[in-house]
């Protein structure tokens, strides 16, 4: 596997940018932006801050027929919703030609055990897939990588404080959310709205718990 799998390298990207809404550990339910230009290292936006103060839920977006996004939550965890179960937590895929489906039965389990919240992306090239989960109970996100949905699905190093072993990185703390991609113009427009701290950013990426260098 390569140490950079599906990166445009010398060429266009179809997919030169990507937002990833989520929440956060210290603020559950709450909704927080990061980008990415190549869908491995993601940076936060809003200075850390909350995006939209009314918003509650697990942040899921997707893009419309009519070119607008949707982005659905819940109220609260008692309030009515959509449940899909899995034995052990593991991630499974299921297909379909239409978003109201039919789809097809789940696939076997395409990530270890107690994993959940999965979030897939294609690479910038358009040729992988990139598979974001959170491991649990260990809160952190993992990344899976493969070049069909199919599998099969590889494992990448990630989000271990160390820089020198990550081959991605994502803000400290991030927790469920949701992963699209985006255009350059969206991207340039996001960091505008919410403002990019790169001093702050460039801090927090030189401290851990450890106080050794690494990305958060």
Request: glycine share 8%; aromatic share 14%.
């Amino acid at each position: 596997m390569q140490v950079r799998p599906g990166q445009a390298a010398g060429t266009e990207p179809i997919h030169p940018a990507y937002l990833f809404a989520h929440m956060t550990h210290q603020d559950y339910s709450r909704l927080y932006y990061a980008v990415s230009r190549d869908g491995l290292h993601w940076t936060e936006l809003n200075q850390g801050k909350r995006v939209y103060d009314d918003y509650r839920g697990r942040p899921d977006i997707c893009k419309g027929h009519d070119g607008r996004y949707y982005l659905v939550g819940n109220r609260n965890d008692s309030a009515p919703d959509i449940n899909f179960w899995v034995t052990g937590k593991t991630i499974r895929i299921a297909s379909s030609a239409s978003l109201l489906g039919p789809c097809s039965e789940p696939s076997p389990p395409v990530s270890p055990n107690f994993r959940e919240a999965p979030t897939l992306i294609p690479s910038p090239d358009g040729k992988v897939w990139y598979l974001y989960y959170e491991q649990y109970p260990g809160v952190s996100y993992g990344l899976s990588v493969a070049g069909d949905l199919k599998g099969p699905w590889y494992q990448i190093s990630g989000y271990t404080f160390f820089s020198d072993w990550d081959k991605y990185s994502l803000p400290a703390k991030v927790r469920h959310g949701c992963m699209i991609p985006i255009t350059r113009s969206e991207y340039d427009a996001l960091v505008e709205r919410y403002k990019w701290d790169r001093d702050r950013d460039a801090r927090l990426r030189s401290i851990t718990p450890q106080g050794q260098a690494g990305r958060p």
